[in-house]
């Protein structure tokens, strides 16, 4: 004989609800994941806007260009979590301005090249130690305009 309540589609309402919890024990799990990577800490002032990027396999990403206090050059990158909305991406991106001091909390991640070994800090985490107003980005023509001129 055949239960046929095992066949039963869940409604509007229980999907709903079973999407939420998907989405709060992805959150959950991805600040898990966080944290466990974050080792090192990094402060930055940024010296170029930010750079949003986005890779082959769909992820989102921002680099950045600084300086540390010690006056070395630093460069990072943070990956969007795959939970982000692109408007949240885009906000954040927009959100970073050059001066702006950022803390990160992430860990350095060593790349070998032709030139020798690189090392570019994976954050995990950004906090905005103080935050300088947006710039207003030029279009690509109006700066190689500037430059031509």
């Given at each position: 004989?055949f239960d046929f309540n095992?066949?039963?589609?869940?409604?509007?309402?229980e999907q709903r609800g079973?999407?939420?919890?998907?989405?709060?024990?992805?959150?959950?799990?991805?600040?898990?994941?966080?944290?466990?990577?974050?080792?090192?800490?990094?402060?930055?002032?940024?010296?170029?806007?930010?750079?949003?990027?986005?890779?082959?396999?769909?992820?989102?990403?921002?680099?950045?260009?600084?300086?540390?206090?010690?006056?070395?050059?630093?460069?990072?990158?943070?990956?969007?979590?795959?939970?982000?909305?692109?408007?949240?991406?885009?906000?954040?991106?927009?959100?970073?301005?050059?001066?702006?001091?950022?803390?990160?909390?992430?860990?350095?991640?060593?790349?070998?090249?032709?030139?020798?070994t690189s090392f570019t800090?994976?954050?995990?985490?950004?906090?905005?130690?103080?935050?300088?107003?947006?710039?207003?980005?030029?279009?690509?023509?109006?700066?190689?305009?500037?430059?031509?001129?």
């Amino acid at each position: 004989m055949f239960d046929f309540n095992k066949l039963r589609r869940p409604n509007a309402a229980e999907q709903r609800g079973q999407e939420q919890r998907r989405r709060a024990d992805a959150i959950a799990a991805d600040h898990t994941r966080r944290l466990l990577r974050s080792r090192d800490a990094l402060r930055v002032t940024l010296t170029d806007h930010p750079d949003a990027r986005f890779t082959i396999a769909g992820d989102r990403a921002i680099h950045f260009y600084g300086d540390q206090p010690n006056g070395r050059e630093a460069r990072a990158v943070w990956y969007a979590p795959d939970h982000m909305s692109r408007d949240e991406f885009d906000a954040i991106v927009a959100g970073y301005a050059i001066g702006a001091t950022l803390d990160l909390r992430g860990y350095w991640k060593p790349f070998n090249g032709n030139s020798g070994t690189s090392f570019t800090f994976v954050a995990q985490f950004v906090k905005a130690a103080d935050h300088a107003e947006p710039a207003e980005r030029k279009s690509p023509d109006a700066e190689i305009a500037a430059f031509d001129a």
